[in-house]
Nanobody, 120 residues
Framework: VQLQASGGGLVQTGGSLRLSCVAS????????MAWFRQAPGKEREFVSA??????YYADSVKGRFTISRDNVKNTMYLQMNSLKPEDTAVYYC????????????????WGQGTQVTVSS
């Protein structure tokens, strides 16, 4: 499956953005989908994941970010509210044909990333 992430941009502290990840292929609903992010000088970290009916969040984004998916449109979303400067990173979408894991090595497919910058 091929993934295309979009929706990043520059926003002020407290603002909102919605990221999208469009997947090619016919079996989108079977994949566990996730968002990861990588800030400058830091390792890539888990942000959120979604399966058929379950959602998971990193503690740092819980209550501020909401993950969702539209299996008809083959698209996953990440609604990001109350953004903070520490949310600044390149955000990647990923997919795996299996159950939930927050570990990046468990994901087989990756999008190209979209930059999110939160100014203070």
């Amino acid at each position: 499956v091929q993934l295309q992430a979009s929706g990043g941009g520059l926003v002020q502290t407290g603002g909102s953005l919605r990221l999208s990840c469009v997947a090619s292929g016919r079996a989108f609903s079977r994949y566990y989908m996730a968002w990861f992010r990588q800030a400058p000088g830091k390792e890539r970290e888990f942000v959120s994941a979604i399966g058929w009916s379950s959602q998971y969040y990193a503690d740092s984004v819980k209550g501020r970010f909401t993950i969702s998916r539209d299996n008809v449109k083959n698209t996953m979303y990440l609604q990001m509210n109350s953004l903070k400067p520490e949310d600044t990173a390149v955000y990647y979408c990923a997919a795996r044909s299996g159950s939930y894991t927050p570990h990046e090595y468990g994901y087989h497919y990756w999008g190209q990333g979209t930059q999110v910058t939160v100014s203070s």
